[in-house]
């Protein structure tokens, strides 16, 4: 069993797995993935080319992290990277998704 200690006590670097896109539509999409600590600041940068130039942002404290990014266009191409903060920003970068037409 883990106690509070070591989880709040954790020396071991935050880091950030399983990034996923679980569902696209016309003009959404939803991101998900981990850490190994909770996290806040938790961001996703995204955008039609790697300047990224948009980002939803949820100051949520989790290991889980949920995304839906909405207002997008229908049939584009569309990059990101997901951030997170525990005692400093770590992020992955270099995702992709596409819209779909209907």
């Known amino acids: 069993m883990i106690s509070i200690a070591e989880i709040l006590f954790d020396k071991n670097p935050t880091i950030i797995k399983n990034v996923k896109v679980v569902e696209v ?9 981990e850490t190994n600590h909770y996290t806040t600041n938790n961001k996703i940068n995204y955008g039609e080319n ?5 980002d939803v942002i949820s100051q949520e404290r989790a ?12 049939n584009k ?4 990277e997901v951030m997170s903060k ?5 992020y992955d970068a270099y995702h992709e998704f596409t819209t779909t037409n209907h």
């Open 86 to 90: 525990n005692n400093n920003y770590i």
């Open 77 to 80: 191409k569309y990059y990101f």
């Open 63 to 74: 290991r889980l992290h949920k995304f839906k990014i909405t207002g997008l266009g229908q």
């Open 25 to 33: 539509g016309k003009d959404y999409a939803v991101i998900t993935w």
């Open 50 to 54: 790697l300047s990224y130039g948009q």
